[in-house]
T-cell receptor
Framework: GENVEQHPSTLSVQEGDSAVIKCTYS??????FPWYKQELGKRPQLIID?????GEKKDQRIAVTLNKTAKHFSLHITETQPEDSAVYFC?????????????FGTGTRLTVIP | DAGVTQSPTHLIKTRGQHVTLRCSPI?????VSWYQQVLGQGPQFIFQ???????GRGNFPDRFSARQFPNYSSELNVNALLLGDSALYLC????????????FGPGTRLTVL
């Protein structure tokens, strides 16, 4: 099955700096890669996603890049703010049998220092 | 616009007991997936249901079962609870099976003593 690895496990940045979180996946059949933000005690919230026919997607301060050949994708947050502090999860979904199951990374705890 | 709802919010059980967790998807969504999130880890897929049929199953023992109702709400059942079943159980809904974004509910925090 799919295996998603995520790095780093923790990341601290100064407010205003950029943050980058990287993920790799193993199943070449994966074609959908969402990123979720989870604040303490709250539900995972989708912040951005990318499909395999696109190499990059941007939404204001957040961008995701995908390299299908190398099987890795990254989340980029620019001009970080204290409210960006949370745990971020990457995920991959293999296109097999129509099932919609996501395989998640182990998470990155981002701390933005004011 | 109501999101995914889950009940109960918290639950405390003892080993060997049975538990039923409930989920209501976003209105119009026909697919429901269940995930288990152990503290400090990413969610792990348990089941997906679409149009009341099981469409995917993760690597969980037969003590875990689920069903989907005609109104697309869903129940997750866990029998013979173990200490290791303590986790946040998340429900996610999507419009249809296969190629769509999943939106998560707030989860049910299950503690097994």
């Amino acid at each position: 099955g799919e295996n998603v690895e995520q790095h780093p496990s923790t990341l601290s940045v100064q407010e205003g700096d950029s943050a980058v979180i990287k993920c790799t996946y193993s199943d070449s059949a994966s074609n959908y890669f969402p990123w979720y933000k989870q604040e303490l005690g709250k539900r995972p919230q989708l912040i951005i996603d990318i499909r395999s026919n696109v190499g990059e997607k941007k939404d204001q301060r957040i961008a995701v890049t995908l390299n299908k050949t190398a099987k890795h994708f990254s989340l980029h947050i620019t001009e970080t703010q204290p409210e960006d502090s949370a745990v971020y999860f990457c995920a991959a979904r293999p296109l097999r049998g129509g099932a919609n199951n996501l395989f998640f990374g182990t998470g990155t705890r981002l701390t933005v220092i004011p | 616009d109501a999101g995914v709802t889950q009940s109960p919010t918290h639950l405390i059980k003892t080993r060997g007991q049975h538990v039923t967790l409930r989920c209501s998807p976003i209105s119009g969504h026909k697919s429901v997936s269940w995930y288990q999130q152990v503290l400090g880890q990413g969610p792990q897929f348990i089941f997906q249901y679409y149009e009341k049929e099981e469409r995917g199953r993760g690597n969980f023992p037969d003590r875990f079962s689920a069903r989907q109702f005609p109104n697309y709400s869903s129940e997750l059942n866990v029998n013979a609870l173990l200490l290791g079943d303590s986790a946040l159980y998340l429900c996610a809904s999507s419009l249809w099976q296969g190629k769509d974004t999943q939106y998560f509910g707030p989860g049910t925090r299950l503690t097994v003593l």
